[in-house]
T-cell receptor
Framework: RKEVEQDPGPFNVPEGATVAFNCTYSNSASQSFFWYRQDCRKEPKLLMSVYSSGNEDGRFTAQLNRASQYISLLIRDSKLSDSATYLC???????????FGRGTSLIVHP | DGGITQSPKYLFRKEGQNVTLSCEQN?????MYWYRQDPGQGLRLIYYSQIVNDFQKGDIAEGYSVSREKKESFPLTVTSAQKNPTAFYLC??????????????FGDGTRLSIL
């Protein structure tokens, strides 16, 4: 089993839709979690950190479920500009070497 | 503005040639990393460094070399031993040792192709 797994998609949704991605991790010592966004042929950019209590930033909500070892990203009212690949990143306790998922592709169409 | 600068943006390598990719950061981060990304694939770690004059191999270090003579700089050399160097190379940094809850920040990448 890979340490961090994501459904590669693509998720193809209309503008205005709500879409959710999950990311599962296998190492129970994982401590910190992040979602990055990567546009085609560009570098990954930090979208949001994922806290135990969950966190929200505008249309984006991230949740952590330690018992089931997954994190989620919910995007409400999707925009065309949300089309990108979303990378899940996990850091193990005491390590500064993150583990990246392979990403989930989102396509928002008119 | 603080950030990570990679250069050049595009690079072409001839057969048997070594090429060096530059990465400079002014974020005062201790840790720096090099990744390779192939089309449609995830990031693979080449080398990383947690402190000046120290670096470790990542998952795919063969055919690559690095140096860390200054905190701000972490250049990557793609040697002639790397037979399939065509890829998107990303440099990243983070606060580093003992601070595992800090995210990485990325440069905007170098695209390397074989002539």
């Amino acid at each position: 089993r890979k340490e961090v797994e994501q459904d590669p998609g693509p998720f193809n949704v209309p503008e205005g839709a709500t879409v959710a991605f999950n990311c599962t991790y296998s190492n129970s010592a994982s401590q910190s979690f992040f979602w990055y966004r990567q546009d085609c042929r560009k570098e990954p950019k930090l979208l949001m950190s994922v806290y135990s209590s969950g966190n929200e930033d505008g249309r984006f909500t991230a949740q952590l479920n330690r018992a089931s070892q997954y994190i989620s990203l919910l995007i409400r009212d999707s925009k065309l500009s949300d089309s990108a690949t979303y990378l899940c990143v996990v850091n193990r306790r005491g390590s500064y070497i993150p583990t990246f998922g392979r990403g989930t592709s989102l396509i928002v169409h008119p | 503005d603080g950030g990570i600068t990679q250069s050049p943006k595009y690079l072409f390598r001839k057969e048997g040639q070594n090429v060096t990719l530059s990465c400079e950061q002014n974020l005062n981060h201790d840790a720096m990393y090099w990744y390779r990304q192939d089309p449609g694939q995830g990031l693979r770690l080449i080398y990383y460094s947690q402190i000046v004059n120290d670096f470790q191999k990542g998952d795919i270090a063969e055919g690559y070399s690095v140096s860390r003579e200054k905190k701000e700089s972490f250049p990557l050399t793609v040697t002639s031993a790397q037979k399939n160097p065509t890829a998107f190379y990303l440099c990243a940094s983070s606060m580093g040792v003992g601070i595992s809850n800090q995210p990485q920040h990325f440069g905007d990448g170098t695209r390397l192709s074989i002539l």
